[in-house]
């Protein structure tokens, strides 16, 4: 089974308030999105990357590319203003394939078993996203006050990869930019369109690094990673 990959990287972390993307942080000596690229990169599975960057870093990453031997990195495109717009721009470079997965070059520690559950769900529904079971009891609130607790039973911590048929991501993407919304990920604009998106369990260690606190857990999973072992196909023992 075979997926064309777009990893957008052209945001500026703001939140984690690096004077930098977050992307460059050096995590065990090796910049984050080199991490993320090398789990697709070593994935069988996964045809082509591309990857989506500021205009201005556009030359850091090629070296990025040369330094650390990327061969399936084959286009490295323009970004946009937000999240959805460097996504779109990216899917738009995807050359024809039947299964087109985005994934924040700042997760770097998602695992290929549960991408390949992914792709296989994808594969047969058209559309699936990791996301794992909420752990913290939620509440509403009007300023400071409690309105309501919400019943966590079932509400889920979306992730990525989110994995859709092209058409209908590519679809999705156009629809939200005429109609002006504006998701904070891509199956919320394929929800839009109507169509079913299906949950794929994760693992809580894929992680976003948004804030300079995920750089402490970022840490400790590379340790853990380091002392845990994995067969010739790369899935964990
Ligand atoms: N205009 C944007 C904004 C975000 N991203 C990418 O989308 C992923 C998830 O976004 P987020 O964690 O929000 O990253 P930043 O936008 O960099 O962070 P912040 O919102 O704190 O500025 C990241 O890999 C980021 O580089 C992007 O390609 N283009
Ligand atoms: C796509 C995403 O990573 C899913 O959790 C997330 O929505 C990205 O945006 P955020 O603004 O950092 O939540």
Known sequence: MKYSMVIPAAGQGKRMNAGKNKQWIELKGKPLIAHTLSVFEEDPWCREIILVVNEAEKEQFHELIDRFSFQK????????????????AGLKAVAETDLALVHDGARPFVQRDNIHELV????????????????????????????????????WAVQTPQAFRLPVVLQAHRQAAEAGYLGTDDASLVEQTGYPVSIVEGDYLNIKLTTVH?????????????????????TRL
């Open 214 to 234: 995920d750089l402490i857990f970022a840490n400790a999973i590379l340790e853990q990673r380091e002392r845990e072992t994995y067969d010739s196909s790369g």
């Open 73 to 88: 990195v084959t286009k490295v495109v323009p970004g946009g203003a937000e999240r959805q717009h460097s996504v779109f």
């Open 120 to 155: 296989v769900k994808a594969t047969e529904t058209g559309a699936a996203i990791l996301a794992v079971p909420l752990k913290d009891t939620v509440k509403k609130a009007k300023g400071e006050t409690v309105t309501e607790t919400v019943d966590r039973a079932s509400l």
